[in-house]
């Protein structure tokens, strides 16, 4: 809009200078406002914020510029010294449709208003503006005859084919693909020769048997009988649809999926750089195998407790390093899943990206799975320091594990902590809120066996809960330097921070504020402005141990 108050030979000047900045954009760039800005105009702007365009949207958006701008302006044919054709002057040249230029232009190819000899202003390329997207395009250049328009005798050949082979077909796409090959042109170009066709002469169909349209449940069924192992052929027949239907059914349906699924992930500044696929993956995701990261299964509902207590002294437990490594994989290949499902949100639901999010999201839960096999010593650990005559050590088990399956999820391994202390702390600070009391183990083949258990991972375990105690007077010792003396009160006594790690003494806000000479409302607003500073000092970890 600053630029229509310019003069028209300034105006003219500018379309020149975004044409020559539009081939300099790399798409995937990102480029300050005030460079776009000095590249047409020749000024720095001041004042303004530097906000940053990537280059795809930016090269966009000059193309949109180039356009309206050149609408403004009385940019005359005569004199240019190169020639200028009217986008269907062009499409007559190259023997193609207007709509594929329309096509070629979102694509890069340059086009704006001319004031050509008759007084008219038309919407046209420029002849350098064309070998420059031709010589970026090379494959344009080269398979120009899938795309140039039909001869009257090649859409005779075209229907006479399809009169031929229809009669045994089973699908319309099938006679398509076999005229495409036969006859050199695109599957599009094929299919809208053969419509018109039926169009024009409703009596003569080429092919008899009408297909129905699905019905709504249709592609329901068919991705649903997809997903338990029915072939695509059988899916073919059933629904009486070709391959790429029944294809392009799945593939909606798996992205519809795949968006309305909430990818979360501890993120990384690593997880940016350029080979960090190699780097973190040990090789680049295109090169992996789905199901490539193994995983052990482990039933922890159904058969003898005996013997799966017995299993669990032949898991390796992990170490600090392997621990970080996994759960780097784990939170990467969600990074990669969650990129994916972006384009997916911009209507880019291609095959490539719907394979994958599910190649990232199966991995993922691979390696969840392993850190969670790995982990079974600690929940039978807290289980068994828990147990009583009405709840039984299985389901204990089973408990514990759903909460260590949640803070795999929610361990933030940039932290420096270990898993273990994190984990510890979320499953013992859930049995303690809902088991009321311990009691001893009874039976004496399972109590002999946890025993054994906790004999092989006492030294582990002492670490644990040693690290535990520790974290917790880390905790303790943040509330005090960044809380001011009531703060500190209404925080370490409403969340138990002054007993025991087990079993905490808590208070209601009420009884601090009888304690405190304060209201209950008055006591809530000190715990929220505490919690608030809290969040900005405290790890993820520490403060979901102090809210949880």
């Not at 039926?198 to 008899?208: N, V």
């Not at 949100?345 to 490539?352: E, I, P, Q, V, Y």
Request: with cysteine.
């Amino acid at each position: 809009m600053q630029l229509r108050f310019t003069s028209v030979a300034k105006r003219k000047q500018f379309l020149n200078h975004t044409e020559n900045l539009i081939y300099i954009v790399e798409p995937q760039k990102e480029y300050p406002f005030d460079f776009i800005c000095f590249k047409i105009t020749g000024y720095h702007p001041k004042g303004l914020p530097q906000e940053l365009i990537k280059g795809e949207e930016l090269a966009a958006d000059l193309r949109i510029f180039l356009w309206k701008l050149s609408g403004q302006v009385e940019d005359e044919v005569e004199g240019k010294g190169e020639n200028i054709y009217p986008v269907d002057k062009l499409a007559d040249l190259l023997k193609v449709s207007v709509r594929t230029i329309s096509r070629w232009r979102e694509n890069g190819l340059l086009a704006r208003k001319y004031t050509f000899n008759d007084g008219t202003r038309r919407l046209a390329v420029s002849q350098s503006s064309l070998d420059k997207y031709l010589q970026k395009n090379p494959a344009l250049a080269g398979n120009r005859r899938s795309v140039e328009r039909l001869t009257p005798q090649e859409k005779k050949t075209i229907i006479s084919e399809a009169r031929k082979l229809a009669p045994k077909a089973k699908h319309r796409q099938g006679v398509i693909d076999k005229i495409t090959k036969k006859v050199g042109r695109s599957r599009e170009a094929v299919r809208k020769i053969l419509s018109e066709y039926e169009d024009e002469h409703p009596k003569r169909k080429l092919f008899k048997s009408h297909i129905k349209p699905l019905e709504a449940g249709d592609s329901a069924e068919i991705f649903r009988l997809h997903k338990q192992g029915v072939p695509i052929e059988d899916l073919m027949e059933n629904f009486n649809r070709s391959k790429s239907y029944i294809y392009r059914v799945i593939r909606r349906k798996k992205a519809k999926s795949l968006l309305n699924r909430e990818i979360e992930y501890i993120h990384s500044d690593e997880f940016e750089k350029p080979d960090a696929e190699t780097e973190i993956l040990n090789m680049p995701l295109s090169r992996m195998k789905t199901g490539e990261i193994k995983e052990r299964k482990i039933d922890l509902q159904g058969g003898s407790i005996t013997k799966y207590l017995q299993s669990l002294k032949n898991i390796t437990r992990l170490t600090r390093q392997k621990e970080t490594e996994l759960f780097r994989k784990y939170n990467f290949l969600k990074y990669l899943a969650a990129s994916s499902q972006e384009q997916l949100h911009k209507n880019k639901s291609s095959a490539k990206n719907i394979r994958t999010i599910e190649k990232c999201l199966t991995q993922a839960e691979a390696i969840k799975n392993n850190i969670i096999e790995l982990n079974q010593h600690l929940v039978v650990s807290i289980a068994s320091k828990h147990k009583t005559h009405k709840v039984p050590l299985q389901d204990l088990i089973s408990e514990g594990n759903f909460l260590l399956m949640r803070a795999v999820e929610g361990f933030d391994y940039t932290r420096g902590f270990r898993f273990t202390t994190y984990a510890s702390w979320v499953i013992a600070k859930n049995f303690a809120r809902t088991i009321p009391a311990k009691t001893k183990l009874s039976g004496k083949t399972t109590a002999g066996l946890l025993e054994d258990v906790q004999r092989d991972f006492r030294l582990e375990e002492a670490i644990d809960f040693g690290a535990i105690e520790r974290a917790r007077h880390s905790l303790v010792q943040v509330i005090k330097e960044e809380l001011d003396e009531r703060e500190q009160y209404v925080i370490l006594h409403h969340y138990g921070l002054t007993g025991s790690a087990i079993i905490k003494k808590t208070k209601t806000l009420q009884q601090i504020g009888n304690e405190l000479e304060l209201t209950g409302e008055r006591v809530r607003q000190i715990e929220l402005q505490a919690l608030q500073k809290l969040k900005q000092s405290l790890s993820i970890e520490e403060f979901e141990l102090l809210t949880e």
